[in-house]
């Protein structure tokens, strides 16, 4: 049967790549392979994309999976193997040159205790602005004075016992009790329209309606920032004391989070909904905090 549209797949050669073989772990180049699907008409393909990609080992053959992203740009073969495997990492897979570059200082540092216990401090930092400015520091080590070394130590140790400290107290945040306050005063509000006998227009019900929630929003917001003020003074502060904890690391760090999401099951959800008032709250407290603190360490 003569089919006039349907169905079209095919293996297309991409180029070539420097990339890190997981099976022969040496840095080769490789030859990309994707898959491509699509449909045709009079065998002609049309509406076509890559589904798959994989590349072939030039050292021991082996095929693995890639994925398309990691690369800047994929080289065709004639221009490719013109060049040493170093040029091609540069043109095709600059992240990788980065990763064995930083593997490779960390080698030759891994001597001084100073920078790989540094550097074990970074690597327990969340992902952020924060520790992508102390790893680029740590990257220039060579290049820091001993006063800069030292303080580049000094932010990492304290920002490492802030993440310590911010996951063990961050489940002892106040809960969201005030949303059930919230609700029943908007039902109240309801209630008394309900019950009372007067006459309401159909404007006089519409502002109660919307009054209800507005009040019981308005209730439960004071709420939940007076429940999280006073946890902060009275918990926060003086657990904080007790472990020793940088107040203004530890809101640079509440800064550096990122904002919460809903579905989240992050242990540190409950500090990142409410950083605003815990930030704003140590402000107010002798704590050394400023509302400046957070920018001073960046």
């Known amino acids: 049967m003569f089919f006039v549209w349907g169905p079209h797949s095919s293996v297309s050669d991409l180029g070539v790549v420097a990339d890190l073989c997981p099976q022969c772990a040496a840095v080769t180049p490789c030859r990309v392979f994707g ?28 095929r693995f999976r890639c994925d398309i992203n990691r690369y800047k ?26 990763k064995i570059e930083w593997s490779t200082k960390c080698e030759e540092l891994g001597s001084d205790p100073r920078f790989t216990e540094t550097l074990r401090s970074v690597e327990e ?26 303080n580049l130590i000094g932010e990492a140790s304290e920002l490492t016992r802030a993440i310590k400290f911010a996951t063990s107290i961050s489940p002892q945040v106040p809960e969201n009790a005030g949303c059930a306050i919230g609700i029943l005063i908007c039902l109240a509000i309801w209630g008394v329209a ?11 019900l519409m502002g109660v309606a919307l009054a209800g929630p507005l009040i019981g929003a308005v209730v439960y917001q004071f709420d939940v920032s007076r429940r999280v003020r006073l946890w902060t003074a009275e918990t926060l502060v003086p657990e904080g004391r007790k472990a020793g904890i940088n107040f203004r690391h530890f809101v640079a760090l509440l800064d550096d989070l990122p904002p919460p999401n809903s579905r989240s099951t992050e242990v540190l959800k409950p500090l990142q909904e409410h950083a605003q008032i815990i930030r704003e709250e140590l402000s107010t407290l002798d704590v050394g905090v400023d509302r400046h603190a957070s920018e001073a360490l960046r």
């Open 35 to 62: 898959k491509v699907e699509g449909a045709h008409i009079f065998f002609i393909p049309v509406a076509s994309g890559i589904t798959e990609l994989a590349a072939v080992c030039g050292h021991c053959q082996k």
């Open 73 to 98: 740009t994929i080289l065709p073969e004639f221009e490719a193997f013109s060049l040493s495997v170093e040029e091609l990492l540069d043109r095709t897979n600059p992240t990788l040159k980065a």
């Open 194 to 204: 309900f019950f009372v006998p007067v006459s309401w227009d159909n404007g006089s």
């Open 125 to 150: 930092l969340r992902s952020g602005s924060l520790k992508t400015r102390l790893s680029k520091d740590l990257r220039a080590w060579n290049q820091l004075d001993e006063g800069q070394r030292l």
